[in-house]
Every structure is written in structure tokens, then in C-alpha cells.
């Protein structure tokens, strides 16, 4: 199993896989395995700010990360938006 760490930015998420044995660091291959496992499904759109949604084959640690995101850029756009409530 690929391990490593996830970092949460404002540009996005990266990952710095854990060192293989020989020394060498095999993004290449992390990435690989990441598209063919991952998946998401959209459970329920109720209305348009509104999404609920499963991720499957993920580390539990970029689940976290894009919860973080998620959160992070709902703030700034209420923010920006002068506390007023998000709508469309």
C-alpha cells in the first residue's frame, strides 16, 4: 500500500508519498492507483447549494483534506459576500 502525507493549501491538495524501500519517492505510481481505485458517487442534490456524496478507495486523510477545502472556501465566499447567507 502507498503511504505518505496529504498537505492542505490554498492552491489545492498535495501528496508527498513515504519513501520506498530504495530510497525513491513513486508519485507516478500513487497517482496511478488513485484513478483506478477512487470513486465518488452523488447520493442527493436537494437544491442548488446542496450536495451530499460518498468517496470510496481513499485515505481517510484526503477525505479530511477536501473537507477542510470545502469548509475553508464557504467561509471565504460568505466573507466576500458580506455574511449574507450563500444562495443562487
Not at 11 to 27: M, Q, R, V
Not at 37 to 65: C, G, K, Q
Not at 69 to 79: D, G, N, Q, T
Amino acid at each position: 500500500a502507498m503511504s505518505g502525507m496529504y498537505e492542505v493549501r490554498e492552491s489545492g491538495i498535495t501528496f508527498s508519498p513515504s519513501l520506498e524501500p530504495d530510497g525513491t519517492a513513486n508519485k507516478s505510481e500513487f497517482v496511478k492507483k488513485f484513478k483506478k481505485d477512487f470513486t465518488y458517487n452523488v447520493l442527493e442534490h436537494p437544491n442548488p447549494n446542496e450536495l451530499i456524496f460518498s468517496l470510496t478507495n481513499v485515505d481517510v486523510s484526503f477525505a479530511n483534506a477536501l473537507r477542510r477545502i470545502m469548509i475553508s472556501e464557504v467561509r471565504a465566499l460568505r466573507e466576500a459576500l458580506g455574511g449574507r447567507e450563500i444562495s443562487q
